[in-house]
């Protein structure tokens, strides 16, 4: 039996959002970490999936939106668990020369993001209309990280705002993932 660990975004899914919707249709899914919303603090996001991951020696799938990708990336870069594959759906894009300036202090863009090859199999649901990535920068992760790309069009960022409750791809997705 393979388990579903949803990681979530920066924020707290709204009822609508697809991830939440999965939790709600799905009891089997397990939050990893359950979204505690703003501030984004990856420390405890890579402690809390860890900690999901290790709770089963079950395989996982990681179902992981936006800055969740970054903590999925993180996780991999630093442990090893029973992870088969990993959705990652629309990575916000943290340029690797951004330093901080003067006053500019934020965990969340400092953050150096792996750029290795990711040990499970991993699909990366692009966008052509993400405000947070290009459709480039989505090519350069997925070839860092060895995932698949999947062009979704322009599908916005894949949540509520852009109409993202239902998702019957991203569905389909995780099937194929197990």
């Known amino acids: 039996m393979t388990r579903h660990l949803l990681v979530p ?3 707290v ?3 609508e959002h697809w991830q939440r919707r999965w939790a709600d249709a799905h009891p089997e899914y397990r939050w990893a970490p359950y979204p505690p919303g703003p501030p984004f603090t990856l420390e405890e996001r890579v ?3 860890h900690e999901a991951v290790l709770a089963d020696d079950e395989p996982a799938v990681l179902i992981a939106h936006s800055a969740g990708c970054i903590t999925t990336v993180v996780w991999a870069a630093r442990h090893t668990g029973p992870v088969q594959a990993a959705l990652l759906v629309t990575p916000p ?3 690797p020369a951004w330093t901080p300036g003067p006053g500019e202090v934020n965990d969340f863009v400092s953050i150096a993001v792996p750029r290795e090859r ?3 199999r991993a699909v990366l649901v692009a966008s052509r209309t993400d405000p947070y990535t290009t459709f480039p920068q ?3 992760y997925a070839a860092a990280w060895g995932a698949e790309l ?3 069009g322009d599908v916005g960022h ?3 705002a852009s109409g993202h409750g239902p998702w019957p791809d991203g569905e389909r997705l995780v099937a194929v993932l197990g």
């Open 13 to 15: 899914p709204l009822p």
């Open 150 to 152: 999947y062009d979704a």
């Open 47 to 49: 402690a809390a999936l």
């Open 93 to 95: 894009y943290l340029d």
């Open 158 to 160: 894949v949540e509520t």
């Open 118 to 120: 990711l040990p499970f």
């Open 138 to 140: 989505f090519e350069q």
């Open 9 to 11: 975004g920066r924020g």
